[in-house]
């Protein structure tokens, strides 16, 4: 699923901008794109390729062309500009907004917005604000963990021994960011997970119950949002079934349209599981920066086997 928008009201209330006027829209407008433009060509009277749904931000080369302009220039390209849909005008700098821009943007009834921010700043703080707020979202079944510094997703069937898992990871010094449930994000050609609000930081434990892990182990223990490196499925043990022996061949799940790398992991008596997430985490790490230990293996086989071609009895 995706996000739909973000309220125009929530948005200007993150940025504590000045209200200078109020959109009849402004209750229900929303922000739907991640794009801001500085509408310099289209005071112009350049629209082609205008996007309406374009946050609208003038700072001081915009206001410097516009104080060139007489009263009804002025006047006309301000109507012109709020005669399409946008759901907000921000004036940056908190520079001194034009009383024909005041006018115009009352007549039309759009949203007059203003901060203190440049308008560099302002722009850039909010297409990476837009980014996370509107960025693709999904919500799975599984335990996300920081193991080493790597973001490790534990799926598998409910009662397979995630949350188990998990406690030993944590009291090996690791931290639990979801149990259960993990939201995660695209963010650009990132995958964040987080708890959902209601259940972080608790653990639920079959024959024990719901434990609080920020209380019981502090707050090292814990973390708000993780980076997802790897996903780790967990399943019962089938003696029918093949399992990587080598690790040559690199297995991959897909999220969001987004390939992870991805191990599955036996389970049957007696296998320490978070000595195995723990490998499995370093592992993945040493990987991504360039060195798998299979294929140095298979390298040296192959050198040793060539060694001993042509060799004489």
């Not at 996370?132 to 799975?140: F, M, Q, S, V």
């Not at 079959?206 to 209380?215: N, P, S, W």
């Given at each position: 699923m995706s996000c739909n928008g973000l309220k125009m009201k929530d948005f200007a209330a993150s940025f504590d901008l000045q209200i200078l006027n109020r959109g009849n829209d402004y209750e229900e407008a929303v922000l739907s794109i991640t794009d801001v433009n500085r509408p310099g060509l289209q005071f112009l009277g350049f629209y082609d390729y205008f996007d309406p749904r374009r946050?609208?931000?003038?700072?001081?080369?915009?206001?410097?062309?516009?104080?060139?302009?007489?009263?009804?220039?002025?006047?006309r390209a301000f109507d012109d500009?709020?005669?399409y849909d946008i759901p907000a005008l921000v004036i940056a700098r908190d520079l001194d907004c034009f009383p024909e821009c005041l006018e115009s943007a009352q007549e039309h009834e759009r949203t007059l917005l203003?901060?203190?921010?440049?308008?560099?700043?302002?722009?850039?703080?909010?297409?990476e604000f837009l980014n996370?707020?509107?960025?693709?979202?999904?919500?799975?079944?599984?335990?996300l963990m920081d193991v080493y510094g790597e973001?490790?997703?534990l799926t598998g069937d409910s009662g397979i021994g995630k949350s188990e898992t998990a406690i030993e990871l944590i009291m090996r010094g690791h931290r639990l960011v979801a149990d259960d449930s993990v939201d995660i994000q695209r963010v650009s050609n990132q995958l964040l997970g987080t708890s959902p609000e209601m259940i972080r930081h608790y653990i639920e434990l079959?024959?024990?119950?719901?434990?609080?892990?920020?209380?019981l182990f502090g707050m090292r223990a814990i973390k708000i949002e993780s980076q997802i490196d790897l996903v780790v499925q967990l399943e019962q043990w089938d003696n029918n079934k093949f399992y990587d022996r080598l690790g040559i061949e690199d297995h991959f799940t897909e999220i969001l349209d987004l390939q992870v790398p991805c191990v599955t992991i036996p389970v049957r008596p007696g296998r320490n599981l978070a000595s195995i997430v723990e490998v499995a985490a370093m592992n993945n790490r040493h990987r991504r920066f360039g060195f798998n230990a299979a294929e140095e293996l298979a390298r040296r086989v192959d050198e040793r086997a060539n060694l001993g071609i042509g060799k004489k009895d």
């Open positions: 946050l609208q931000v003038i700072g001081k080369a915009e206001v410097m062309y516009l104080k060139g302009l007489t009263s009804q220039e002025r006047k500009l709020f005669l203003r901060t203190t921010e440049t308008t560099v700043d302002f722009t850039a703080h909010t297409i996370r707020k509107l960025a693709p979202c999904i919500g799975r079944h599984g335990v973001g490790v997703m079959r024959g024990i119950g719901v434990i609080d892990v920020r209380q």
